[in-house]
Structures are given as structure tokens and as C-alpha cells.
T-cell receptor, first 110, second 120 residues
Framework: SQKIEQNSEALNIQEGKTATLTCNYT??????LQWYRQDPGRGPVFLLL?????KEKRKERLKVTFDTTLKQSLFHITASQPADSATYLCALNRDDKIIFGKGTRLHILP | EAQVTQNPRYLITVTGKKLTVTCSQN?????MSWYRQDPGLGLRQIYY???????DKGDVPEGYKVSRKEKRNFPLILESPSPNQTSLYFC???????????????????FGEGSRLTVL
């Protein structure tokens, strides 16, 4: 069956460092992959989308890579700040459905 | 302001009492979807709709119904709620839906603020 796996339940990063989150998927080939941020008790907020024919996408301090051979996406936050602390979700299309990983909780330590 | 609005935000009900969670978007989006979010299980798709009168099951449709009579509205109906439907529910919409490489179209999902439902 198809699976989306995100690395670790929680990730602690020192302020100012780069945070790297991983999203792995198995048993299918999505046309695109998205990353969302979710704060406690709130709905997810879209951050970035990358298509299967794109290797890398950037937006301000955020960078996403998409390796269809490894079936993996990496999400980087450079110069991390305490305000970046949240849960980050990756999502992929599976036919007409958009399915989500369980998310990685990121804590940026001051 | 572009938004997805869900109501109610919080609801406590009892087993078997039918309820409807409304969802409305003001962005003229084609695609709408319902998710439930549970600790340890993440966001799971219940139903989705690609346009008016077109709905389909997600990964966890049992116990739920939906309808899409108008483009802006996509209510979630629990005909006979049970305690295992206690969850945080999110409605989402998107301008495009993912059909894969053939269309090349894909869109970000806009989420509502969530509806926390407790079934006793």
C-alpha cells in the first residue's frame, strides 16, 4: 500500500541553524508534493509546492527538494527562528486525492 | 477576504444524533475536501469533490456523507455519530485538483479553522 513517512516525531534545532525535515513515500509516483505548516489547533497553511519535474523550489528562507528516484522530499528552513516552531506536513497527490504525512513537530530553541 | 469557513467550531453531541458540519468557500474553487485529524494518525481524507454534483470517497469515508449542490458549499453529514468519530475536522478547498502529469495542474489547499467534534 502507499505510504508517506515523515522523519521523527519531534525535531529540536538551535535558533539560527538550518532545520531539515524529510518526507519519504513508497509505492506510487506523485505528480507533485506540497509542504504545509500547522500550528496547534489551527488549520494547515500552504508553504510550497514542487512538481515531479522540478528538483528544487525556494521561497524566502524555505527550500524544498524533490528526488523522484529516492522517493523523497527534503524541506529546509534556513536561519531558523523560534517563530518557525510548528508541525510541518508533507502532502502528495494520489490520483484525485491529496494525502498527508503525519507531520514533524519542529522546535526552534532560542 | 479569501477564506474557508466551517461551522460549528466546537460541538459536543451524543451517539446517534444526526449532525451536519457546514463548509463554505468564497474563492470559487472547484475542489473541496474533508479531512479528520487524530493524534498519531495525522490528517486523513474523508470525502472530496472535484466540482458540483461530483463527490468521491477518500480513505476513511465510513459513517459520513457529503453533498455538493453548489460550488461554494460542501457540508459533512454524520447520520448516526459514534464515539469513534470524535475528532478534529478540517474542510479544505483548492482552485485545481491533482490529476497528475496529464493535466499539469495542481493547487494549494486552503483550510478552514477546524471543527472539534466530541461524540459521547
Amino acid at each position: 500500500s502507499q505510504k508517506i513517512e515523515q522523519n521523527s516525531e519531534a525535531l529540536n534545532i538551535q535558533e539560527g541553524k538550518t532545520a531539515t525535515l524529510t518526507c519519504n513515500y513508497t509505492n506510487y509516483s506523485p505528480a507533485y508534493l506540497q509542504w504545509y505548516r500547522q500550528d496547534p489547533g489551527r488549520g494547515p497553511v500552504f508553504l510550497l509546492l514542487i512538481r515531479e519535474n522540478e528538483k528544487e523550489k525556494r521561497k524566502e528562507r524555505l527550500k524544498v527538494t524533490f528526488d523522484t528516484t529516492l522517493k523523497q522530499s527534503l524541506f529546509h528552513i534556513t536561519a531558523s527562528q523560534p517563530a518557525d516552531s510548528a508541525t510541518y506536513l508533507c502532502a502528495l497527490n494520489r490520483d484525485d486525492k491529496i494525502i498527508f504525512g503525519k507531520g514533524t513537530r519542529l522546535h526552534i530553541l532560542p | 477576504e479569501a477564506q474557508v469557513t466551517q461551522n460549528p467550531r466546537y460541538l459536543i453531541t451524543v451517539t446517534g444524533k444526526k449532525l451536519t458540519v457546514t463548509c463554505s468557500q468564497n474563492m470559487n474553487h472547484e475542489y473541496m475536501s474533508w479531512y479528520r485529524q487524530d493524534p498519531g494518525l495525522g490528517l486523513r481524507q474523508i470525502y472530496y469533490s472535484m466540482n458540483v454534483e461530483v463527490t468521491d470517497k477518500g480513505d476513511v469515508p465510513e459513517g459520513y456523507k457529503v453533498s455538493r449542490k453548489e460550488k461554494r458549499n460542501f457540508p459533512l453529514i454524520l447520520e448516526s455519530p459514534s464515539p469513534n468519530q470524535t475528532s478534529l475536522y478540517f474542510c479544505a478547498s483548492s482552485l485545481f485538483y491533482g490529476l497528475g502529469v496529464s493535466t499539469g495542474e495542481a493547487g494549494e489547499l486552503f483550510f478552514g479553522e477546524g471543527s472539534r467534534l466530541t461524540v459521547l
